[in-house]
């Protein structure tokens, strides 16, 4: 199994910029597909963005795009979410995750951190 804790959440102004980090402890995440979500208060769980094993295939969320940008360092187990150009509409907590495949787009999510807050004001 792998562990993994998500930082670099904060309160930023309205077109400011977060860079989020996820660490993966227990085990390589060098095989696994990676990938963001968020929640806001009274919705659903959604999608953001996705990175295959190896860092060349990326997903985006329609909502995030040209916005987020995810990366990777295998070296140091940690993948990270860019965001620039922040809007209230991006307030959440976001949760880093862990696939089973190596796969961006079947990547078979199976393990989670716990969230970091991520709060945007107008």
């Known amino acids: 199994q792998v562990q993994l804790v998500e930082s670099g959440g904060g309160l930023v102004q309205a077109g400011g910029s977060l860079r989020l980090s996820c660490a993966g402890s227990g085990r390589s995440l060098s095989t696994s597909a990676m ?9 659903e769980r959604e999608f953001v963005s996705a990175i295959g094993r190896s860092g060349h295939i990326t997903r985006y969320a329609y909502s995030v795009k040209d916005r987020f ?27 880093c995750a862990a696939g089973a495949s190596g796969d961006a787009h079947s990547p078979d999510f199976r393990s989670w951190g716990q969230g970091t807050q991520v709060t945007v004001s107008s």
């Open 35 to 43: 990938g963001w979500f968020r929640q806001a208060p009274g919705k």
């Open 69 to 95: 940008t995810i990366s990777r360092d295998n070296a140091k187990n940690t993948v990270y979410l860019q965001m620039n150009s922040l809007k209230p509409e991006d307030t959440a907590v976001y949760y």
